[in-house]
Structures are given as structure tokens and as C-alpha cells.
């Protein structure tokens, strides 16, 4: 059935999002600091939002998808913003990926004020966004979480239920994390079997069928050959970029000292981004880490 949808945010993921919940038939008011991306928006068949307070002023559902904490936390809670202007008991959705506590602040002010909220950050790039099949990791309660899901579905293939405020972010930066890791352990195996006379093609037919098999080696193999669509066979284009990488790296560090949660493989992974950054390469694909590796950065 058809919703009356606000949208914060239209950048590179919100853009497509927003244009998918339209083209499913809800009533969607986009809105963003980039008038540009609000015509874009508009030519893909959203209501103009000349403001936050504007768009979400007759709003059933409000959907944003913004940089960071601090973006969503003045989006939502200052005067301008969603909880000063939305409609009572509005439901309220934030895909941004964002740190832990801010996630879990802003959900818990929105809902003392009595709108249901979740944090519902997605898996999948530019790409599963443009396509409508983004993961979505939600964190909130079971009420607000059933009406999520109809609009989220609208959006994404995959919905999962993480748990209470906050737990979203949780699974996300936890995957990522363990990914960012398991990729560089990928790239010392091959760069070491290939300094030791052992080709890349043979190194992946053996270990992909043992134990040291990973989606880091067999989806996305950081040595060019063994998976023909992997970004390492196109000089490392992206894919999903190191920057962002180093992004989520930085939130599971952040959120691990908090929690007083020991991460040693992390926090070295994220200096080992950080260095990547620093050499100018972040706008690589984050398996070209392989070039740090290999000593070619
Ligand atoms: P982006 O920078 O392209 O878009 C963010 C948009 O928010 C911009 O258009 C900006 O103008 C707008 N914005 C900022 N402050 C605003 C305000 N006060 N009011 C209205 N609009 C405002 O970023 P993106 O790549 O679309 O990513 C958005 C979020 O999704 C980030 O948290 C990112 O980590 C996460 N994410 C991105 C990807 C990806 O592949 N790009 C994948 C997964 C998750």
C-alpha cells in the first residue's frame, strides 16, 4: 500500500533508495542540503523537500541516509529537525552507518518524545542500492521493526531483525571488521606462496577448498587471476572502496574501546587502512591493500 515517505539525505546510496521506494509506489518528499540531488530526485519521481521540516511535516515514515553521527544526530535532533517536525507517532528509520552510541542516543530521545525508530544500515554499495537488493541490519523494538520491514523490502532483498536500538550498527561494524581482517590474512597467504614459487591459481584451487577458505579469497581473491570479476583483475578499481573500509574500521574501534572489548586484529587492520589513506590510495578498492602487502604502495 502506498506511504507517505520523507527522505534526508540523497547521495550516492540515498539517491537510488529514495528512487526505489517511489518507483514502488509510495508518496516520497526527498529533500537535501544538494539541490542538485533533490532534482535528481525529482526526475526520478519524488516530491520536492525544500527543507528537513518541510519533508517530513506530513510524513507517515522518514527515511535518512546521511554521512555520520553528527549529520544524524542535528538532523534529528535539533530545531530544524525530524523530531521538532515530524508527525506524532511516525515511524523513523536511519540507514546511515554511524557509531553505536549515537545510534542508540538519537533512537532514545525519538522515542521518549513517542515515535518508533530503528537503525537500519545496509550491506551492498552503490550498486545493490541502485538495484533494490541491499542487506538492511535492524536495531529496534518487534513494533517498530514490522513496519520497517514493508518499506525497508521496497529497498533491499535481505531484512534482519539484530535486535534492540543500536544492534543494527552492531552487526554491521562486527562484519565488516572480520572482513577488513580476513582480507589482509587473504593477501599475506598469496603474497607469501607467490614469493616462495607458489602461483596464484594453484595457491586458490588448494586453499579454497581447505581451511583457509574465506569470502575474502574465494568472492572477491586479492590476487589477480582466481575469481575473474574480482576487483584486483581491474587494477583494483572498486567495489567497495578503502576509505569506506577505514570508515567502519574506525567505528568497530571505537565502539571495542567502549565496550572495553579486546580487538588487537582490528585496531592493526585499521592502521593498515590508515596507511593506505595516507599513501593517497583510499579511493582503491580496499582489496588493493594487496599493494601495501606486496610492498608496491
Ligand atoms: P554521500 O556523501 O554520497 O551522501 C550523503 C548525503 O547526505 C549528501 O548528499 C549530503 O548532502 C546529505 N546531507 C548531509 N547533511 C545533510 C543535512 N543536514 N540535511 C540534508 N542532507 C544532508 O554518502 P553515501 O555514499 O550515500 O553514504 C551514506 C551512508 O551510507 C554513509 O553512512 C555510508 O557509510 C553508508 N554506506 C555507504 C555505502 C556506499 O557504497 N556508498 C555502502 C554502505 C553504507
Known amino acids: 500500500s502506498m506511504t507517505s515517505i520523507a527522505f534526508i539525505g540523497l547521495g550516492n546510496m540515498g539517491g537510488p533508495m529514495a528512487a526505489n521506494l517511489a518507483k514502488a509506489g509510495h508518496e516520497v518528499t526527498a529533500t537535501d542540503l544538494s539541490i542538485g540531488a533533490i532534482d535528481r530526485a525529482v526526475e526520478a519521481g519524488c516530491k520536492r523537500g525544500d527543507s528537513v521540516a518541510d519533508a517530513v511535516k506530513d510524513a507517515d515514515v522518514v527515511v535518512t541516509m546521511l554521512p555520520a553521527g553528527a549529520h544524524v544526530r542535528s ?12 508527525k506524532e507517532g511516525a515511524l523513523l528509520i536511519d540507514s546511515s552507518t554511524i557509531d553505536v552510541d549515537s545510534a542508540r542516543a538519537v533512537i532514545s ?5 513517542g515515535f518508533a525508530m530503528v537503525d537500519a544500515p545496509v550491506s551492498g554499495g552503490v550498486a545493490a542500492a541502485t538495484g533494490g537488493t541491499l542487506t538492511f541490519m535492524v536495531g529496534g523494538d ?3 521493526f514490522a513496519r520497517a520491514r514493508p518499506v525497508l523490502e521496497a529497498m533491499g532483498k535481505n531484512i ?11 552487526a554491521k561494524i562486527c562484519n565488516n571488521m572480520l572482513l577488513g581482517i580476513s582480507m589482509i590474512g587473504t593477501c599475506e597467504a598469496f603474497n607469501l606462496a607467490e614469493k616462495l614459487g607458489l602461483d596464484a591459481q594453484t595457491f586458490f584451487d588448494i586453499s579454497s577448498t581447505a581451511s583457509g577458505q574465506c569470502w575474502s579469497m574465494t568472492s572477491y581473491c ?9 576487483p584486483s583483475n581491474r587494477d583494483y578499481q572498486p567495489g567497495f572502496a578503502a576509505g569506506m573500509m577505514l570508515k567502519d574500521m574506525r567505528l568497530a574501534q571505537e565502539a571495542a574501546h567502549k565496550a572495553k572489548a579486546s580487538t588487537p586484529l582490528g585496531a592493526q587492520s ?3 587502512y590508515a596507511l593506505m589513506e595516507a599513501a593517497g590510495k583510499d579511493n582503491l578498492d580496499f ?8 610492498g608496491d604502495l
Request: net charge negative; proline share 8%; aromatic share 6%.
Open 222 to 230: 586479492p590476487a589477480p587471476g582466481p575469481v575473474p570479476n574480482a
Open 109 to 113: 530521545t525519538a522515542t521518549d518524545k
Open 287 to 294: 582489496s588493493g591493500i594487496m599493494k601495501l602487502v606486496r
Open 160 to 170: 534482519f531483525h539484530a535486535g534492540a536500538a543500536g544492534n543494527g550498527q552492531v
Open 75 to 86: 538532523v534529528y535532533t535539533e530545531g530544524y529537525g525530524v523530531l521538532a517536525n515530524a
Open 142 to 144: 518487534d513494533e517498530a
Open 270 to 272: 585499521e592502521a593498515l
